[in-house]
RNA sequence: GCGCCAGUAGCUCAGCUGGAUAGAGCAUCGGAUUUCUAAUCCGGCGGUCGAGGGUUCAAGUCCUUCCUGGCGCGCCA
């Protein structure tokens, strides 16, 4: 609850007898900034007071007094509207962002606990495509979000490095891989190999046979297995890790499937020892019936393991490892029923932190004709993306700016951001259909365009070139333009919490769209700099304040905010 | 068949846990620059909020039925 909504309440308390926290819930913004700054809708007072809500508000309009920092109180229709002093209301918030600068809307509610992100966690041996893109930008994003609230996150990325497709790429590395060419392999090549696997086992039933049996040996340690996936393991860590920097995404760990391998027999045996399993169809299960969801599967009749008993055995680890308050799995929402099972099963396992097990799913991303398939090489490449972002970019750049310096690195931030703004922009759980154009759009509610507005407002300072003061004449800042945007500023760290509260980075995405919008509707209205030295120090102010929020916002995402575009 | 998610302007999406006349961007049409970056801004056009019923002083928002699309539902992950 903010200052003013404050002073609101104290003032209501006395002629409507209601509590505080009654109040404060109802308290609300006009959606026009003349009706005023904060309002009291009367609707609810009605039936106790028997009396139109309109009446009420003008009743109530008149009985209470505008006190400072209130200015103003004026009842329209139902609703009584409060007007706050306009300078007082803008030396708190530019004094706030001028104060923490680069903490602004960070906050110490995480209180150190720990906060466990499991994101991107592609499979071996494939490249990464956009429909990649979600996990590791959302995942990223959270990490961002909930450090700067005090938590202390572990990102990791759960790599699929394990199962019997590592069988069938062993299979078709022996057939048709070169030898000499080894050491140059690349994902591609993998690629190509688990592609041909597919098409020779149409025709040739023994290769799935072939494959199973060096897929035992590898989960039986043989050595010669083992060598090979560790390879297959290094050049595809190797791709990922070239885009992960491209795209700025950093992980504590890379902590794959396979890891969990000889932990496995342990949660299993833990399961059993509960009670929890039983056999049915000759699989080992958890009969999930009684919670109306189908059984979760731990065992094979052939008596190897699925992937929820390594979710399982995962979760365990990760909680004795980080003792975590929280663990965020980033994965699509096509396995929500998957998690569901497996955090009832950490919850019949006796786990009190089973409840702090989250899923944060997203919609899936696909072509206008149909869904993105790696078999049949139906995919957009993520780094071709992203090459063909910066490019576009720079071709931008040359027509509009070519005087600009560092344009590498700043077509490079632009590109990268523009792909990244797009993916976040929406909400997580509408489904993306890819479309090339509207992936490079860069004009409207666009990366770009937030990241364009800020070096706007760093060429001002700049050419300013005069410490920034807080120390100003905050009257002087009082056009409508002018205050929604403080009004914009204010609502950051608000807007932050609600962020993490939700898991969705859109939220920061809208919000930006709606400071740089206001920004600009100031900037084409009024002159920042000009002879008049008083206004001149209090608007620069205000551009000091707004370039810091928009990178402040922007740095959440995992964007950079160049100064110069 | 059952379950989950979505359906808001021609297109892509917002809509603050039920509130004041449903908002942006793209597209289209028309305007703004001797002045801090026009990758910007202003205006016009464009809506029975998928359909019906219900709860409420008040419903895009809550309940219910139906329609359409996506995803999932035992030995893949």
Redesign the pocket.
């Known amino acids: 609850m903010d200052y003013f909504a404050k002073n609101i309440i104290s003032i209501l308390k006395e002629e409507t007898h209601l509590k505080e926290d009654e109040i404060e819930n109802l308290i609300?913004?006009?959606?026009?900034i003349k009706?005023?700054d904060y309002?009291f809708?009367c609707?609810?007072l009605?039936?106790a007071l028997k009396k139109a809500?309109n009446v009420i508000a003008t009743e109530l309009a008149k009985k209470i007094q505008a006190i400072n920092p209130i200015s103003e109180i004026k009842a329209?229709?139902?609703?009584v509207?409060f007007f706050v002093d306009k300078a007082v209301y803008s030396e708190k918030v530019l004094k706030s962002i001028s104060k923490e600068s680069d903490a602004y809307g960070h906050a110490k509610i995480g209180n150190d606990k720990a906060v466990v992100i499991d994101y991107s966690s592609p499979?071996i041996a494939k490249h990464l495509a956009v429909h990649h893109l979600r996990s590791a930008l959302i995942g990223s994003a959270i990490y961002h979000i909930y450090k700067t609230l005090g938590y202390k996150c572990v990102g990791i990325n759960h790599l699929?490095d394990?199962?019997?497709?590592f069988g069938q790429l062993i299979v078709a590395y022996k057939k048709w891989g070169n030898e000499n060419t080894h050491k140059s392999y690349t994902v591609t090549d993998l690629n190509n190999l688990y592609v041909k696997f597919h098409q020779e086992a149409e025709k040739n039933a023994d290769l799935e046979n072939e494959s199973r049996e060096w897929f035992k040996k590898l989960e039986a340690g043989d050595t010669e297995a083992r060598e090979l996936w560790q390879h297959f393991k290094d050049i595809s860590l190797k791709e990922f890790q070239k885009i992960y920097d491209m795209l700025g995404i950093h992980f504590d760990a890379f902590i794959g499937?396979s890891f969990y391998n000889t932990m496995v027999e342990d949660t299993v045996r833990r399961l059993k020892g509960k009670g929890l399993t039983r056999i049915?169809?000759?699989?080992l299960?958890v009969d999930l019936e009684p919670y109306n969801m189908?059984?979760c599967?731990l065992r094979?009749?052939?008596d190897t393991t699925?992937?929820a008993t390594r979710d399982i055995a995962a979760a365990e680890y990760r909680k004795k490892t980080y003792n975590f308050d929280k663990t965020i799995y980033v994965v699509g929402?096509?396995?929500?029923?998957?998690f569901k099972q497996v955090f009832k099963v950490l919850e019949l396992m006796g786990y009190d932190w089973a409840n702090r097990c989250v899923h944060v799913d997203f919609?899936?991303m696909?072509f206008k004709d149909g869904?993105m398939s790696t078999r049949k090489g139906k995919v957009v490449l993520l780094e071709d993306l992203l090459i063909e972002a910066v490019e576009r970019?720079r071709k931008?750049?040359e027509e509009?700016?070519p005087a600009l310096e560092n344009k590498e690195s700043?077509a490079n931030d632009?590109g990268i951001g523009a792909v990244i703004f797009a993916d976040l922009?929406?909400?997580r759980?509408?489904?993306?259909?890819f479309d090339w154009d509207?992936a490079l759009?860069?004009?409207?509610?666009t990366g770009?365009?937030i990241q364009?507005?800020h070096?706007?407002l760093?060429?001002?300072l700049r050419?300013y070139s005069k410490p920034v003061t807080p120390d100003i004449n905050y009257s002087l800042l009082k056009e409508d333009e002018t205050i929604i945007l403080i009004k914009n500023l204010c609502q950051f760290p608000t807007i932050i919490l609600k962020a993490a509260?939700f898991y969705e980075p859109?939220?920061v995405c809208?919000y930006l769209?709606d400071v740089?919008?206001s920004l600009?509707?100031f900037?084409?209205?009024?002159?920042?700099?000009s002879e008049d030295d008083n206004l001149t120090k209090a608007r620069i102010l205000l551009v000091n304040s707004t370039r810091q929020v928009i990178k402040n916002g922007l740095n959440m995402l995992g964007i950079h905010a160049p100064e110069?575009?």
């Not at 609300?28 to 026009?32: K, L, M, T, W």
């Not at 329209?76 to 609703?79: A, D, K, M, R, V």
């Open positions: 609300e913004i006009p959606p026009d009706m005023g309002a809708p609707y609810s009605s039936k809500p329209i229709g139902p609703y509207n499979n699929g394990w199962g019997t497709q499937e049915s169809e000759e699989a299960i189908p059984p599967l094979k009749k052939d699925l992937y929402s096509e396995q929500k029923l998957h919609g899936l696909k869904k970019i931008i750049i509009k700016n700043v632009v922009c929406t909400k759980n509408k489904d993306v259909v509207e759009n860069f004009e409207g509610e770009p365009y364009y507005t070096a706007r760093c060429s001002i050419k509260e859109s939220l809208n769209i740089c919008g600009n509707r900037y084409n209205t009024h002159r920042v700099l110069q575009m």
